[in-house]
């Protein structure tokens, strides 16, 4: 799981944003298949349609994704940080949390599913970004020049800024899991989050100004096969339903 979580970090510093974060739901597909033989889990035909979706999602995803990284250096980072639109952005985003936080999740967060789906998703604004952020701080902190005491500041603050989001989230997730099935928690989550991300990532980053019509497209496509391919994986996995029980019943009606 560490090696998983570095190479994750790693992507984040190397690749768009807007490629990485939706590929991340390649691990439910692979992680349903490997515990049907592992674990001897039983994978439905609607499990496998959702693998072979996420999989083909996956594929468009990376054939229409941006080719050219936006953000190459520190200093491009804190410009785009410092940038109004940005700062906009998070205010509404940091309105928005704590509104949900202190008046709206304590009155029907357990009886309310989106209530702590929004709550984690709308800090992936921070977490994402401030993954991504680190990764390109860290390569003048160890060079020998001016710009390394100003990179090693920018890493701490967004370690904080990290820290703090992912211990917020791991709270109202496990909140969730507590009073919803884990099932469709994950499905709705994956969604929210990802488009959430995405926003954040397209505010900040601006990933999106050299990507045409026909490849925006393919990703909108690409990203909701894979969500289609998550749903099926997740909410449906108890379904007792095969090609076995519908070849038997073709037969009793014959």
């Known amino acids: 799981m560490a090696v998983g979580q570095i190479g994750n970090f790693l992507a984040y510093t190397a690749v768009p944003t807007v490629l990485v974060t939706p590929l991340g739901a390649l691990g439910v597909p692979f992680g349903s298949i490997l515990a049907s033989y592992l674990l001897k889990e039983k994978l439905n035909i609607l499990g496998k349609l959702?693998?072979?979706?996420?999989?083909?999602?996956?594929?468009?995803?990376?054939?229409?994704?941006?080719?050219?990284?936006?953000?190459?250096?520190?200093?491009?980072l804190e410009e785009k940080l410092t940038n109004p639109v940005f700062v906009g952005y998070l205010c509404i985003v940091l309105l928005m949390l704590l509104l949900l936080i202190f008046w709206v999740a304590p009155a029907h967060g357990p009886t309310n599913i989106m209530v702590y789906i929004s709550i984690c998703s709308l800090l992936g604004s921070f977490t994402v970004p401030s993954t991504k952020g680190i990764g390109l701080a860290a390569q003048d902190i160890f060079r020998n020049n001016p710009s390394s005491r100003r990179a090693l500041g920018l890493c701490l603050a967004l370690l904080a800024v990290l820290g703090c989001s992912v211990i917020v989230q791991f709270r109202y997730i496990n909140r969730a899991l507590e009073c919803f099935d884990s099932s469709v928690f994950g499905a709705i989550y994956y969604v929210v989050f990802t488009t959430l991300v995405l926003l954040a990532s397209a505010v900040l980053f601006r990933e999106w100004t050299d990507v045409g019509l026909v490849d925006f497209l393919g990703m909108a496509c690409g990203f909701t096969t894979v969500s289609v391919g998550i749903v099926l994986i997740q909410v449906f996995k108890e379904f007792n339903f095969n090609l076995g029980d519908m070849n038997k019943s073709n037969m009793k009606t014959d």
Do not use: D, F
Not at 50 to 76: D, N, Q
């Open 50 to 76: 959702g693998c072979l979706l996420s999989c083909a999602g996956s594929v468009v995803l990376i054939i229409h994704s941006p080719k050219s990284e936006s953000v190459a250096t520190p200093a491009e």
